[in-house]
């Protein structure tokens, strides 16, 4: 799958020996590794961050699913654009791991209509999901002096979803644990300025203890 990547052989056998010898996964495309961590933040950052821009985005358009969403041009250049010159430039992977490719089955894999990954699902618990995700990423753009304007985008897509409405007018549900709290703060704002000063003094989501 896509969002598959590279597993340490402790972690099958925590021993490293096979009784009858250690499978091919190989044959099967699996790659084996000694150590996994840069992999899992390519997946956090590429898939998980993305995954996350694309249902607040969509929960304001109006898309239901991430299909949906990819199958429209603009925003699946978005992601594209973002995953190569933002998020890829963080990463920290042996060279034998085309991030490239990843990002292009990545995206082929949200056009999967089969999938039907819902976006308002994606959406719930941003304020447990954005620290890890997005705000690390971008923390990792500034200490590499890289361009971060479409992960900032998400966050700033992430407040105005907090108001709950959609472009449209449609109402829906915030499901996260500070969900009210972090409502309240999204409607009561006179304006983006305060918007984003409320925000970011929401100290569980953005202290630098809570992105870490």
Same mark, same amino acid.
């Not at 099958?12 to 490293?16: A, R």
């Not at 969403?69 to 978005?78: D, E, F, G, N, W």
């Not at 209509?113 to 990954?117: D, E, V």
């Given at each position: 799958m896509a969002d598959r990547c590279p597993t340490r052989s402790s972690e099958?056998?925590?021993?490293?020996r096979f009784a009858a010898g250690r499978p091919a996964w190989e044959v099967a495309g699996a790659q084996l590794v000694d150590d996994v961590a840069p992999f899992e933040i390519a997946k956090l950052r590429m898939l998980n961050a993305t995954h996350s821009t694309l249902a607040y985005l969509s929960m304001l358009a109006g898309f239901e699913t991430v299909s949906d +969403?990819?199958? @429209?041009?603009?925003?699946?250049?978005?992601i594209h654009a973002m995953m190569t010159h933002e998020i890829a430039p963080t990463l920290d992977v042996p060279?034998?791991?085309d991030?490239?490719?990843y990002r292009d089955a990545l995206l082929d894999h949200y056009a999967n209509? +089969?999938?039907? @990954?819902r976006c308002a699902q994606i959406a719930m618990d941003g304020s447990q999901k954005l620290p890890p995700r997005i705000?690390?990423?971008i923390q990792a753009c500034i200490a590499q002096g890289q361009p971060f304007e479409r992960l900032a985008l998400a966050v700033a897509v992430w407040f105005t979803f907090l108001r709950g409405e959609a472009d449209d007018g449609t109402r829906y549900p915030i499901s996260d644990p500070l969900g009210e709290r972090l409502a309240q703060l999204s409607l009561s704002a006179a304006n983006a300025e305060q918007l984003v000063d409320a925000m970011l003094a929401v100290r569980e989501v953005f202290s630098?203890?809570?992105r870490q």
């Open positions: 099958i056998d925590p021993s490293g +969403a990819v199958s @429209h041009a603009p925003l699946r250049t978005l060279a034998s791991f991030l490239l490719a209509p +089969a999938l039907k @990954h705000l690390s990423t630098r203890s809570a």
